[in-house]
């Protein structure tokens, strides 16, 4: 590998030199031709013998002018057409791609690493905008409807039933800002890294039971059995943090499973890692979905919309790099998904 690397330099260091001999012999050619037209001329037309200092003179200002026409044509514009782009990239304007003809090497890749640059600008700034866009979305939703039902509960005339779905529906579209408020603060803050997350030493098995009895009005609503099978394990880790992991993952076996469904967790320590599987039998994840199912708002079951905003998946994934770990899914549309998190082991040190 590093024996290819310096072939490489050398060739790219002989054809730069190469390139300077071709250059200065081009020059040289150049002058001594320009230069015996116009001795050649003067002789012929006014039979003047020019003498040495003027021919030299001849000389100097030809090499000059040759020299910086091609310094002109293959550096100085070059980096003027790369200095105005920077203007643009400067003013937000990402949407630039420049090309070069220039033969030198450094230029050509740096017009390559601006177009690269470009481009991840880019598409930052379509995730932003979609991100602002999905918030307004998101946001606007559960307001309308809480506006509309507030508006509804004005009328005298209304039965004590329809005063207490109205106030229902008000307090569920206000539970689900919430959650979707904290949902953007925590990433944000993950994101931003200003989040404590000393780890500190918990037992992993009890804190999934914690989740388990958390969610327990949604199973208990959907009939919802559960499997499960956990060693006792005592782990160095974020607590406060993996608990949202737990609490999303299990949210989404019940909530994606059909009613009276079979959820399956299981907990296992190996040497360096602990590994945590929940299986469902519900309605699975086609494999296209499956590319997207931790990007934030993404949602592929549209029939469960009003009851999550599709940001759960994005920061288990964000917590679980954070942690170190990693997250796989296994799913095929109508056989449920297993999701399997590996978490890494660490010593009391490594606090
Ligand atoms: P949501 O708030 O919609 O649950 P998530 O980020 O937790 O958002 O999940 C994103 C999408 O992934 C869900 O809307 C759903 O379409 C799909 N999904 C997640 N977990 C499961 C599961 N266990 N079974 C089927 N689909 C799932």
């Given at each position: 590998?590093?024996?290819?690397?310096?072939?490489?330099?050398?060739?790219?260091?002989?054809?730069?030199?190469?390139?300077?001999?071709?250059?200065?012999?081009?020059?040289?050619?150049?002058?001594?031709?320009?230069?015996?037209?116009?001795?050649?001329?003067?002789?012929?037309?006014?039979?003047?013998?020019?003498?040495?200092?003027?021919?030299?003179?001849?000389?100097?200002?030809?090499?000059?002018?040759?020299?910086?026409?091609?310094?002109?044509?293959?550096?100085?514009?070059?980096?003027?057409?790369?200095?105005?782009?920077?203007?643009?990239?400067?003013?937000?304007?990402?949407?630039?791609?420049?090309?070069?003809?220039?033969?030198?090497?450094?230029?050509?890749?740096?017009?390559?690493?601006?177009?690269?640059?470009?481009?991840?600008?880019?598409?930052?700034?379509?995730?932003?905008?979609?991100?602002?866009?999905?918030?307004?979305?998101?946001?606007?939703?559960?307001?309308?409807?809480?506006?509309?039902?507030?508006?509804?509960?004005?009328?005298?005339?209304?039965?004590?039933?329809?005063?207490?779905?109205?106030?229902?529906?008000?307090?569920?579209?206000?539970?689900?800002?919430?959650?979707?408020?904290?949902?953007?603060?925590?990433?944000?803050?993950?994101?931003?890294?200003?989040?404590?997350?000393?780890?500190?030493?918990?037992?992993?098995?009890?804190?999934?039971?914690?989740?388990?009895?958390?969610?327990?009005?949604?199973?208990?609503e959907k009939e919802t059995e559960f499997d499960v099978d956990m060693e006792k394990i005592v782990y160095l880790g974020?607590?406060?943090?993996?608990?949202?992991?737990?609490?999303?993952?299990?949210?989404?076996?019940?909530?994606?499973?059909?009613?009276?469904?079979?959820?399956?967790?299981?907990?296992?320590?190996?040497?360096?890692?602990?590994?945590?599987?929940?299986?469902?039998?519900?309605?699975?994840?086609?494999?296209?979905?499956?590319?997207?199912?931790?990007?934030?708002?993404?949602?592929?079951?549209?029939?469960?919309?009003?009851?999550?905003?599709?940001?759960?998946?994005?920061?288990?994934?964000?917590?679980?790099?954070?942690?170190?770990?990693?997250?796989?899914?296994?799913?095929?549309?109508?056989?449920?998904?297993?999701?399997?998190?590996?978490?890494?082991?660490?010593?009391?040190?490594?606090?």
């Open positions: 590998m590093n024996n290819k690397t310096s072939r490489i330099k050398r060739r790219r260091k002989l054809g730069i030199q190469l390139y300077f001999i071709f250059l200065v012999l081009l020059v040289l050619a150049i002058t001594i031709i320009t230069t015996g037209m116009i001795v050649f001329l003067f002789d012929k037309i006014f039979e003047i013998i020019l003498p040495g200092f003027i021919v030299a003179a001849i000389m100097s200002v030809t090499i000059s002018l040759i020299i910086t026409a091609h310094l002109n044509r293959r550096l100085l514009s070059p980096i003027a057409k790369l200095s105005k782009s920077m203007e643009l990239i400067a003013d937000g304007k990402f949407d630039i791609h420049i090309e070069t003809k220039s033969k030198i090497g450094e230029i050509r890749r740096i017009y390559n690493n601006f177009n690269i640059m470009a481009r991840e600008l880019r598409s930052t700034e379509v995730l932003q905008n979609d991100f602002i866009s999905n918030v307004s979305h998101e946001i606007k939703t559960p307001i309308s409807a809480i506006e509309g039902y507030a508006m509804l509960l004005q009328y005298s005339n209304l039965s004590d039933d329809e005063e207490n779905e109205y106030l229902c529906k008000i307090l569920f579209n206000t539970h689900r800002l919430s959650e979707l408020v904290g949902n953007i603060l925590l990433l944000s803050k993950l994101d931003n890294q200003t989040i404590q997350n000393q780890r500190v030493s918990y037992r992993l098995d009890e804190q999934v039971r914690k989740a388990l009895l958390m969610l327990e009005q949604k199973w208990t974020h607590e406060s943090l993996l608990l949202h992991v737990w609490t999303n993952l299990i949210d989404n076996a019940v909530k994606f499973g059909p009613k009276g469904g079979l959820v399956k967790i299981r907990l296992k320590r190996f040497d360096n890692i602990i590994r945590f599987e929940i299986e469902d039998n519900g309605s699975g994840i086609s494999e296209e979905d499956a590319k997207h199912i931790f990007d934030r708002f993404y949602q592929s079951d549209s029939s469960h919309k009003d009851e999550g905003n599709g940001l759960g998946l994005a920061l288990v994934k964000r917590i679980i790099d954070i942690c170190g770990g990693n997250i796989e899914l296994k799913s095929s549309k109508g056989l449920g998904s297993k999701f399997t998190v590996y978490l890494p082991v660490y010593d009391e040190d490594q606090k």
